[in-house]
């Protein structure tokens, strides 16, 4: 994956890491994430999807990975530009 958008510190693939340990760990638990974001997203199952190399990543699934983190950061009141994670546990460093 050689995604880097300017934009951001944090590279695409990590992006997708970040999104894809949230959705497997609360992928039992849909309620709690729709309340997250506020509606049904599908950047974190995309990003799942992504790191297990079944979805080909084109323009659009890109601006919901893009999106989707944002929200992330957003919720944790960082600058989605500012941010380097590896993983959703940097969050909390």
């Not at 509606?39 to 659009?60: H, R, Y």
Request: aromatic share 10%; proline share 4%; glycine share 2%.
């Amino acid at each position: 994956m050689s995604h880097q958008d300017k934009k951001y510190k944090t590279t695409f693939e990590n992006r997708c890491v970040v999104l894809a340990d949230i959705w497997e760990d609360k992928k039992e638990e849909p309620i709690e994430l729709s309340a997250f974001l506020g509606s049904s997203d599908l950047g974190f199952p995309l990003a799942a999807l992504i790191l297990e190399q079944t979805v080909t990543i084109t323009p659009k699934v890109e601006t919901a990975i893009n999106e989707t983190f944002d929200l992330l950061c957003e919720a944790h009141e960082l600058d989605p530009s500012e941010v380097e994670v590896e993983s959703y546990n940097d969050f909390f460093k």
